[in-house]
């Protein structure tokens, strides 16, 4: 049964219980969008992280194909025919990072998710730190880039405005410079697949969820091979989804501007009653009608397209369709 949002008991299940018998399985779901050439070297640089690791750990990958129109299946399958421990999710069409992942985390069996982009910026060499810090007990493992040199000026000032931002009015904080690469917890998998909106900022969903958090740092490389689908106005209308499906106060906001700007106006227009009664009638003030005429347009305007945000994803969440759409499923590990 699906538990409503509420998880009462964590049962821990830490790496390599003798008594059970079996070595954890780590789940590494990979969302890929036309990336036939970084397929293979995103399996090698895995494969060689994991073999240190095999006393202790196994691992599966979940590749998403969120409608890539190249050869990336083929790559993904070929691969599939010799290692078992590959699946694919293929979804219907391009639905987006943030479905895809969800998509994934939906498929997963393993004891500990770590999302993971394919082109190798977010380093697989990070796994094994990651995973002390679980075996520790911390439930969600962030991975934060600390130098973010590489990026354009303007790409860093952007990023930080936006944390800044997000942080100041949403209910619930998110880590400065945390993608989706981080270790969670099966549990905390549970909760968020659980989560019903269908506006998704995994990121925001990932640290609403809480628990014990642990960090490890890395600074994030190029890509290897391909090029980023994310451009400025993409990444412009993310941040959007992300302000407006965790906050409440750009709503809010508009009873004090509104009461504070009612007073000044009651405060303004008992000064002109009172002089008009006083000095009479003057008509100059063409200057001060057209300005504040302009000020409370743009004020409604600006009001009105605030609400217009959260209407529009309201409308997307009432209307309740499915994050994404599957065309077929294949787990390697059924084939044997
Ligand atoms: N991706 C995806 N669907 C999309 C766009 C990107 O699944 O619509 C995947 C992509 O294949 C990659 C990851 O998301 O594995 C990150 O994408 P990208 O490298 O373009 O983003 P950036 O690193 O620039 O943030
Ligand atoms: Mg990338």
Same mark, same amino acid.
């Given at each position: 049964?699906?538990?409503?949002?509420?998880?009462?008991?964590?049962?821990?299940?830490?790496?390599?219980?003798?008594?059970?018998?079996?070595?954890?399985?780590?789940?590494?779901?990979?969302?890929?969008?036309?990336?036939?050439?970084?397929?293979?070297?995103?399996?090698?640089?895995?494969?060689?992280?994991?073999?240190?690791?095999?006393?202790?750990?196994?691992?599966?990958?979940?590749?998403?194909?969120?409608?890539?129109?190249?050869?990336?299946?083929?790559?993904?399958?070929?691969?599939?025919?010799?290692?078992?421990?590959?699946?694919?999710?293929?979804?219907?069409?391009?639905?987006?990072?943030?479905?895809?992942?969800?998509?994934?985390?939906?498929?997963?069996?393993?004891?500990?998710?770590?999302?993971?982009?394919?082109?190798?910026?977010?380093?697989?060499?990070?796994?094994?730190?990651?995973?002390?810090?679980?075996?520790?007990?911390?439930?969600?493992?962030?991975?934060?880039?600390?130098?973010?040199?590489?990026?354009?000026?303007?790409?860093?000032?952007?990023?930080?405005?936006?944390?800044?931002?997000?942080?100041?009015?949403?209910?619930?904080?998110?880590?400065?410079?945390?993608?989706?690469?981080?270790?969670?917890?099966?549990?905390?998998?549970?909760?968020?697949?659980?989560?019903?909106?269908?506006?998704?900022?995994?990121?925001?969903?990932?640290?609403?969820?809480?628990?014990?958090?642990?960090?490890?740092?890395?600074?994030?490389?190029?890509?290897?091979?391909?090029?980023?689908?994310?451009?400025?106005?993409?990444?412009?209308?993310?941040?959007?989804?992300?302000?407006?499906?965790?906050?409440?106060? #750009?709503?809010?906001?508009? =009873?004090?501007?509104?009461? @504070? *700007?009612?007073?000044?106006?009651? /405060?303004? !227009?008992?000064? %002109? $009653?009172?002089?008009?009664?006083?000095?009479?009638?003057?008509? #100059?003030?063409?200057?001060? =009608?057209?300005?504040?005429? @302009? *000020?409370?347009?743009?004020?409604? /305007?600006? !009001?009105?397209? %605030? $609400?217009?945000?959260?209407?529009?994803?309201?409308?997307?969440?009432?209307?309740?369709?499915?994050?994404?759409?599957?065309?077929?499923?294949?787990?390697?590990?059924?084939?044997?």
């Amino acid at each position: 049964m699906k538990n409503k949002g509420q998880i009462v008991q964590i049962a821990k299940t830490r790496p390599y219980d003798p008594s059970q018998g079996r070595r954890s399985l780590v789940s590494l779901v990979v969302p890929v969008f036309n990336e036939q050439q970084s397929i293979g070297p995103f399996l090698d640089r895995i494969e060689a992280v994991f073999a240190p690791l095999a006393p202790t750990y196994s691992y599966e990958i979940i590749f998403v194909n969120d409608g890539s129109r190249d050869a990336t299946e083929f790559a993904i399958r070929s691969r599939m025919q010799s290692d078992p421990r590959l699946g694919l999710v293929n979804l219907s069409r391009n639905f987006g990072k943030e479905a895809a992942l969800s998509a994934g985390l939906d498929h997963i069996r393993g004891d500990a998710c770590i999302p993971i982009d394919v082109d190798l910026q977010d380093p697989p060499e990070l796994i094994p730190d990651m995973l002390k810090h679980w075996e520790q007990g911390a439930l969600v493992v962030n991975a934060k880039r600390i130098c973010r040199a590489r990026d354009s000026w303007i790409k860093r000032t952007t990023a930080s405005g936006f944390y800044s931002l997000f942080n100041a009015m949403a209910d619930h904080q998110i880590p400065r410079d945390v993608g989706d690469y981080r270790l969670l917890d099966k549990q905390v998998v549970e909760v968020v697949c659980d989560m019903g909106e269908r506006v998704r900022f995994n990121k925001a969903l990932f640290s609403w969820v809480g628990f014990e958090t642990a960090e490890v740092t890395f600074t994030r490389p190029e890509r290897e091979n391909g090029s980023s689908t994310w451009s400025y106005w993409r990444l412009w209308n993310f941040a959007l989804d992300g302000i407006f499906s965790s906050t409440t106060a #750009p709503l809010r906001v508009w =009873t004090y501007a509104g009461g @504070l *700007l009612a007073l000044m106006s009651f /405060l303004y !227009a008992s000064a %002109i $009653l009172l002089r008009t009664l006083i000095i009479g009638v003057d008509v #100059p003030g063409y200057a001060s =009608t057209l300005i504040l005429i @302009l *000020l409370f347009g743009g004020l409604n /305007l600006f !009001a009105i397209g %605030i $609400l217009g945000e959260y209407i529009g994803r309201i409308y997307s969440e009432v209307r309740e369709r499915p994050l994404y759409v599957l065309r077929s499923v294949h787990k390697g590990w059924e084939k044997t």
